[in-house]
């Protein structure tokens, strides 16, 4: 796998051929090649990255999630920063020690509820 665009989903196969190092290069190199800017590319391709493995794995619930966001009228890749910010927010309350105490559970629950509605109000 040489590039990743995030409007494509990437062959499982060959994502998880790639390390995470060159799986977090792919995802950066995606943003400065569409000229999007970030305040932090590396906290930004993380994220990325571990939706991407968890669609890659086949996460059902992250796929379902996916697909329905799309259904709603995102595309691929704002669908991939919906589903990330939940997971940024799981990670952040981890982080600080006020995390849920199945921290899993929490957040496919999580999941469940955000609809492309509710991401696009809160990027607003």
């Known amino acids: 796998m040489e590039k990743y665009d995030q409007l494509t989903e990437p062959d499982s196969e060959e994502w998880h051929?790639?390390?995470?190092?060159?799986?977090?290069l792919m995802v950066e190199d995606y943003h400065r090649r569409a000229r999007i800017k970030l305040p932090n590319a590396r906290?930004?391709?993380t994220i990325h990255v571990v939706v991407e493995?968890?669609?890659?794995e086949l996460m059902l619930e992250v796929?379902?999630?996916?697909?329905?966001?799309?259904?709603?009228?995102l595309d691929r890749h704002d669908a991939i920063h919906a589903i990330g910010s939940v997971l940024a927010e799981h990670?952040?309350?981890a982080l600080k020690g006020d995390a849920a105490s199945d921290l899993n559970q929490a957040y496919l629950r999580d999941l469940k509820d955000l609809t492309a509605a509710k991401w696009l109000a809160s990027a607003e």
């Open 17 to 24: 051929q790639a390390d995470e190092g060159e799986r977090m």
């Open 43 to 45: 906290i930004h391709s």
């Open 53 to 56: 493995n968890q669609l890659a």
């Open 63 to 73: 796929v379902a999630v996916l697909k329905r966001l799309m259904d709603e009228g």
């Open 91 to 93: 990670m952040f309350n």
